[in-house]
C-alpha cells in the first residue's frame, strides 16, 4: 500500500502550535504565559497565584484582575497595576514567577494606559534579569502616561533623551527582543548589538541596541520579569499611576515576522550611501 507523509506534516505543525500557546508550557519556545483568565473578578492577585512570585496590595498600591472596561476586548480579564497615592511612598512589587531561563528571546505584553488616571513621579518600570530588585535587573523600560523610555545604570534610572511616545486610551503591543550575551544576534526583523534590545510598538521598531540597566552582571539568563515604580517621601516625586496588562509573554524564540518599516528604512538609507560611495569611487578613478 502506498503510504503519503503529506497528511501528516500540517498535524504535526499545528499540534506543536497548540502546545505553544498553552500558559507555562514545558516548550521551547514560550517560557511564561499570563492572560489573567484564572482570577476571581475584580480579586487581588497574590503570590499564591503560580503566575507571579510577589505583588503588592496594599497602602494605595494595587494589583487586582479586572474584567470591566474591556479594554482588551469583551469578556476579556486584564491586569490591573496601579498606585494611587502621591503620598504613600510606597514601594511596589509585582515580579513574575521564575521561569526557565534564556539569554535571547522575545516578551511580550498588551497595555492601556488611561489619560484620566492621576500620574505622578517617573513612571512604571519593566525590569527583567535573573530576579527581581535592582540587584537581579539586566534590562530595564519605563512606561507611562503616553511614553516609553530606556532605563539605564545601577538604579534602573529613565532616561527621557529616549522617550518614543505612544496613544493613550487604546490598547498597545509592546515587544521587547533581548540579547543577553556577548555576541551580535541576527533575527528576522533586524540585528541586535551584545547586551542589547529592540522594542517594537505595535509591530514597527521604536527603539535599537538599548543597553542594559541594573546590576545583574551582563550575560545573565533572563527568567523574571517585575513591575516596580520609584517612591518618594516627596510628593512632588512620589509614583502614582495605573496600567491595565493583558498577555504577558516570555518567549525564548523570536517571532517579530519581518523587517520593520524603520529598519526597512535605515537598510535603506545604508544602501544608497553605499551606492553613492560606489559611483564617488568610479569617478575619481
Ligand atoms: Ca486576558
Ligand atoms: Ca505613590
Not at 511564561?32 to 487581588?44: D, H, I, K, L, R
Not at 527603539?207 to 518618594?232: C, Y
Request: aromatic content about 12%; hydrophobic content about 35%.
Amino acid at each position: 500500500m502506498k503510504t503519503s507523509n503529506s497528511k501528516l506534516t500540517p498535524i504535526l505543525f499545528s499540534a506543536s502550535i497548540l502546545a505553544g500557546a498553552l500558559p507555562l508550557t514545558s516548550s521551547a519556545e514560550v517560557l511564561y504565559f499570563e492572560n489573567f483568565e484564572s482570577y476571581t473578578p475584580g480579586s487581588a492577585i497574590t503570590s499564591a497565584s503560580p503566575y507571579w512570585s510577589s505583588t503588592t496590595n496594599t497602602n494605595d498600591v494595587y494589583f487586582e484582575a479586572h474584567d470591566s472596561g474591556d479594554y482588551f476586548g469583551a469578556d476579556n480579564q486584564y491586569g490591573y497595576i496601579a498606585d494611587t497615592s502621591v503620598t504613600n511612598n510606597q514601594n511596589m512589587s509585582d515580579a513574575t514567577s521564575s521561569f526557565t531561563g534564556t539569554y535571547t528571546g522575545q516578551i511580550d505584553l498588551d497595555f492601556y494606559d488611561a489619560s484620566d488616571d492621576l500620574f505622578n513621579g517617573a513612571g512604571f518600570i519593566l525590569r527583567f534579569g535573573t530576579g527581581d530588585g535592582n540587584t537581579k535587573t539586566s534590562f530595564g523600560i519605563y512606561i507611562q502616561n503616553g511614553e516609553i523610555m530606556k532605563a539605564y545604570g545601577q538604579y534602573v534610572t529613565r532616561d527621557p533623551a529616549t522617550a518614543v511616545t505612544y496613544d493613550m486610551d487604546t490598547a498597545n503591543t509592546l515587544s521587547i527582543v533581548f540579547n543577553n550575551t556577548d555576541e551580535s544576534m541576527i533575527y528576522a526583523g533586524g540585528s541586535i548589538a551584545a547586551y542589547s534590545m529592540d522594542v517594537y510598538l505595535n509591530g514597527v521598531q521604536i527603539a535599537h541596541d538599548w543597553g542594559t540597566a541594573g546590576e545583574d552582571p551582563a550575560g545573565s539568563l533572563i527568567q523574571m520579569v517585575n513591575f516596580n515604580a520609584k517612591r518618594s517621601a516627596n510628593s512632588e516625586s512620589d509614583f502614582a499611576g495605573t496600567l491595565y496588562l493583558d498577555n504577558l509573554k516570555v518567549s525564548s524564540d523570536i517571532s517579530i515576522p519581518e523587517p520593520s518599516s524603520s529598519y526597512m528604512l535605515i537598510a535603506g538609507l545604508a544602501g544608497m550611501l553605499i551606492a553613492l560611495r560606489k559611483r564617488l569611487l568610479k569617478q575619481r578613478s
